[in-house]
């Protein structure tokens, strides 16, 4: 079903949406839930946290993207579970994914955040994956936005692993580049 | 878990255009990968001319132009020679600083509750058992500046250098290699599951993960990776890593520990020389033995290398080097760097698992910290630079 017919239904809260929803989504949000978290149960738990999360939100939101929309939710949905868990296995995807963020950040000390600050920053981040190669920049996005392991990437793309993490490596170095070159601070 | 760096820029990267984000999830297999390169190709496509591939050949040829005009204008230009050589050393240490300067990075901390540190092999338990003696010695925390950059690791230590100013030019005579001393080597016993078999070429040696570990004096430095084909490589992935050498602490023999992130590796000596007059250390460690979870595995039978670190009479580490052994795999990590300063404690403890895992997973606050003089949390006050990373 079509992203629009499903947000339609969600707004006129047809019990049908969230089927929908579940039907072409739940690969996305089961996917990202479970780079962050490790236990079975807890994934089902945040899987179902995303669909109410979904149905609460839209409307009054009417997202231009229903992937990015529900991505965002279900991965806030697992990184709260994680932090909310006293005690996780150390190697989740997510901290992994994380870890490897330390590659592109500026050596500069954090400020505070604004609405201002962040359209800038994220512009200059559009900018900077648009700039990449097309297979390094979907390469990025699916790691570090949909929290895909490196072998994930590599068997889904038929790619060599190590190839993914060179790429993966050089993307982080240049964009640390850019952002000292922008001053941007994070 | 605090909103650290790492995060923030996280979620900067989950809100870039949307476009970005839907692209990305459509093309999810081999074939729409290369539809979109096609189509992205062709639309960014250039006259041959303003091409990159050009623009290199026009500059090699022009290059090639110049030089053959430059031979051909000044005769003899090449037969005065030069006698100032130009040692590895000298050219890596010159290189180094200029490409590590503008590379330091500020030091990152352990986050508060972040995540849960379990001790899984003897690399991790050498690699945390050492990050808290240095972390405990006020001397070494002192040393909270970088010429160590962040590893990306979620348990790490803040160490600082401004760079060692021995002299590396003069490649000192190499001094006697002992031969790995087999003899040491554990009979069976209860706690070795395996036998070692004369007739096989792997051998497993477990150590007991409940009883303490001793380590014997601590060294840690950092090396660069670039070399995408080397072995270690291949475990550890390419980029900056930690390094530690802690000394006869496996049945009397020393073990190197590299971290990067969450991988780990660890093998034990095949030879340790000391040149009594430059007072240098030259450490041989071999790949044929080898951490795996609690156990040394011993396996001549697999591709092997080597891995030479030569430390200065101060002890800083000033080069790193590896070797193929045996059973030519052809992997040997080129050009690999030693990108910081040594640090360095003299003391010798022991650690267990638990206590280990204890210490690295509660939070520290400054009262703690004022007891043990120094520690990683951001709020101990142990650096003015400090910041809350992951």
């Known amino acids: ?63 231009n993207s229903l992937t990015a929309y529900i991505c965002k939710i279900a991965r806030r949905i697992g990184i709260n579970r994680l932090k909310y868990n006293t005690r996780q296995k150390r190697n989740t995807g997510y901290i992994v994914m994380l870890s490897e963020l330390d590659d592109c950040l500026p050596a500069e000390e954090p400020i505070e955040d604004s609405d201002e600050r962040s359209e800038i920053i994220q512009s200059v981040l559009s900018d900077f994956i648009r700039s990449l190669d ?27 692993e190590n190839r993914v993490s060179v790429k993966l490596y050089r993307a982080r170095k240049k964009l640390k580049k850019m952002l000292e070159k922008e001053g941007i601070k994070v | 878990m605090k909103n650290s760096r790492n995060e923030r820029m996280s979620e900067h990267l989950l809100n870039v255009d949307e476009e970005i984000l839907t692209n990305a999830y459509d093309i999810d297999d081999a074939e729409k990968l290369r539809q979109y390169i096609k189509a992205k190709n062709a639309k960014t496509k250039k006259p041959f001319y303003m091409t990159p591939a050009f623009r290199r050949v026009s500059a090699i040829a022009a290059c090639f132009v110049l030089i053959i005009g430059v031979m051909f204008s000044v ?25 590590h300067q503008e590379e330091v990075a500020p030091p990152w901390l352990k986050e508060e509750g972040e995540g849960y540190l379990a001790i899984n092999s003897i690399a991790q338990l050498n690699y945390y058992a050492a990050v808290r003696m240095l972390t405990e010695e006020p001397k070494a925390t002192d040393l909270i500046t970088t010429s160590f950059k962040t590893t990306g690791a979620n348990y790490g230590i803040v160490l600082l250098s401004a760079g060692s100013d021995v002299d590396k030019n003069d490649e000192p005579p190499i001094p006697e290699i002992t031969d790995p001393d087999v003899s040491q080597e554990p009979a069976v016993t209860p706690d070795n599951p395996t036998a070692p078999n004369p007739d096989d070429n792997i051998h497993y040696y477990s150590l007991d993960p409940n009883e303490p570990f001793f380590i014997n004096r601590v060294s840690m430095f950092q090396i660069e990776l670039t070399d995408e084909e080397g072995f270690l490589a291949s475990k550890l992935g390419l980029g900056i890593v ?16 590299f971290r990067k992130g969450d991988n780990f590796y660890s093998c034990l000596t095949n030879g340790v020389g000391y040149d009594p007059q430059t007072g240098e250390r030259q450490w041989d460690f071999s790949t044929h033995k ?62 267990t698992v638990a206590e280990l895992e204890n210490y690295f997973n509660t939070p520290k606050t400054p009262d703690e910290n004022g007891a043990e003089g120094s520690n990683v949390h951001p709020e101990s006050g142990a650096t003015d630079t400090s910041e809350s990373e992951i």
């Not at chain 1, 499903?6 to 049908?16: C, D, K, M, S, W």
């Not at chain 1, 089927?19 to 994934?43: A, F, P, T």
């Not at chain 1, 097309?134 to 060599?160: G, K, N, Q």
């Not at chain 2, 760097?337 to 003299?346: A, G, L």
């Open chain 2, 242 to 257: 930690d390094v530690v050498i802690t000394e006869e602490c496996i049945w009397g023999d020393s073990l190197i520990t």
């Open chain 2, 290 to 351: 080898y951490v795996e979870g609690f156990f040394i595995v011993k396996n001549l039978a697999q591709e092997n290398y080597g891995f030479r670190i030569k430390m200065d009479a101060q002890s800083q580490a000033f080069k790193f080097d590896c070797y193929e052994i045996e059973n030519g795999g052809g992997r040997v990590d080129k050009n690999v760097k030693v990108v910081s300063s040594t640090v360095v404690s003299e003391e010798g403890r022991s650690f």
């Open chain 2, 75 to 99: 005769p003899g230009l090449f037969n005065q020679g030069n006698n100032e050589v130009i040692t590895e050393e000298s050219h890596n240490k010159v290189e180094s600083k200029e490409d």
């Open chain 1, 134 to 160: 097309p297979e390094t920049e979907i390469l990025f996005v699916r790691r570090y936005m949909y929290l895909e392991s490196v072998a994930d990437l590599a068997r889904r793309f038929e790619l060599d």
């Open chain 1, 1 to 63: 079903m079509d992203d629009n017919r499903i947000i339609e239904l969600l707004f006129e809260r047809a019990e049908t949406a969230l089927n929908e929803v579940s039907h072409k989504y739940s690969r996305l949000y089961k996917g990202i839930i479970r780079e962050v978290l490790s236990d079975e149960c807890d994934i089902d738990e945040c899987a179902n946290d995303v669909l109410l999360a979904v149905w609460n939100t839209i409307p009054p939101n009417r997202p």
